[in-house]
């Protein structure tokens, strides 16, 4: 497989320089300064692969070229937003860059309750809090039904058994502080979304209001109607990606499960099974992305490996561990639910070339204080980075 490395571009920390001598071959980056919903032009991606390749490696995958909000909707300027993407897919496999991940999450991308969770040896890890994002929903977003909604929740067999979250939620209310609800509106929103070209932006004044403008955009948006809408942008995209080469390749919802009273549809195996079926290309495929999957207890991702491998584009090498009690955290990369080395073991199998990155990473050794974006530390993921190669050597040294 390709080793590769989500970098962020020129004003990352983490230089060219620095990943050049771990081993990484492939770069995994976007465009991150140009606004949502604008094309990329191709000086603008040319600028960029050439700095890459000065430095000696190459742009394997981008990771993401956003698919705007109005798309996921259906609002009535999708069809320009979707030219727009068009335009980009042209202009990137112009550049020589052919495999395009993104995701179809309504409103937020990825979440976590805290960016810090201490680990009992001192380092820290991503954590996703059920009681935290609730109180989060109802008591700082204040959305519409989110009581009503929280009151109903069902954890998925084996976990949570016996769990009020609603409860939970409000006895938080009697201990929170100004302090920690500003905290939590850090990690869910404003430290998580703006580096991965997210709707909301590090320097967003409202970010809350800006919530709930998009919310609204999705009210009587239920799982069928986000269904066909992707269907609808993958039909319309495909006919460029036959002609460029493009593979596309949807991440999963992170977390996997519907929060904010939205429908989440890349969860599960059924899902996926789905919108693979609905638009039969090659071209349209998957971001094998082991930490999300490995989020939600009724996946098994080993099985999900097996049957998606030959539609799997890009890997994310990570693992989550789930508490009994239904939160999760970002486990070793030798460690919890994902078993990366029978991963690594299928995809290499499937496809020699398949770009993977470590993805996320413990905070450890002096991350904490170096400025870097939230899950994306340097010694943490260079960490799990070595842990893989070996990995892979074993398994090549194991098929002589
Ligand atoms: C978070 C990432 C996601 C991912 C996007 C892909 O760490 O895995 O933000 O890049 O969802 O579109």
Known sequence: MEKTWRWFGKKDKITLA?????????????LHDVPLGEVWTRDQIRDLREYIEVAG???SVVESLPVTETIKY????????????????RNLAAEGIYTV???????????????????????????????EFAYFDIYILKRKGAREEWATFCFPEGVGEGRNVLAEADELAKVMTPERDHQLVENIVIKT??????????????????????????????????RANMKYF????????????????????????EILGLPRIVRTAEDIR??????PNPHNGLTFCAGSLSAGAYNDVVAMAREF????????????????????????????????????????????????????GRTMLGDESRGYNAGYSFLGRMFAMAQMQGVLAALAHESH
């Open 101 to 131: 991940c993104y995701n179809f999450m309504p409103v937020l991308d990825w979440a976590r309750t805290d960016l810090l969770h201490p680990n009992e040896d001192g380092s820290s890890n991503l954590y996703f809090s059920y009681a």
């Open 274 to 279: 789905w919108f693979l079926n609905a638009v």
């Open 18 to 30: 620095m990943l050049r001598q771990i081993g990484v071959e492939g770069i995994v980056t976007a």
């Open 234 to 257: 993958l039909e319309a995209i495909m006919p460029v990606c036959d002609e460029c080469k493009i593979n596309m390749c949807v991440h999963p919802d992170d977390p996997p499960i």
């Open 193 to 226: 979304q703006g580096f991965v070209s997210g709707n909301f932006r590090e320097d967003d004044e409202a970010p809350l209001e800006l919530f709930h403008q998009l919310l609204a955009k999705y009210e009587g948006i239920d799982k069928a109607q986000l």
């Open 74 to 89: 259906g609002g009535p300027d999708r069809d320009v937003q979707i030219e727009v993407y068009k335009q980009s897919l």
């Open 309 to 360: 491998a030959p539609r799997t584009h890009f890997v994310h090498l990570r693992s989550c561990h789930i508490f009994p009690n239904g939160d999760f955290t970002e486990a070793s990369h030798l460690g919890g639910r994902a078993d990366l080395v029978e991963l690594c073991k299928i995809f290499g199998e499937s496809r020699s070339s398949l770009p993977f990155r470590v993805d996320h």
């Open 57 to 59: 490696l190459r742009w």
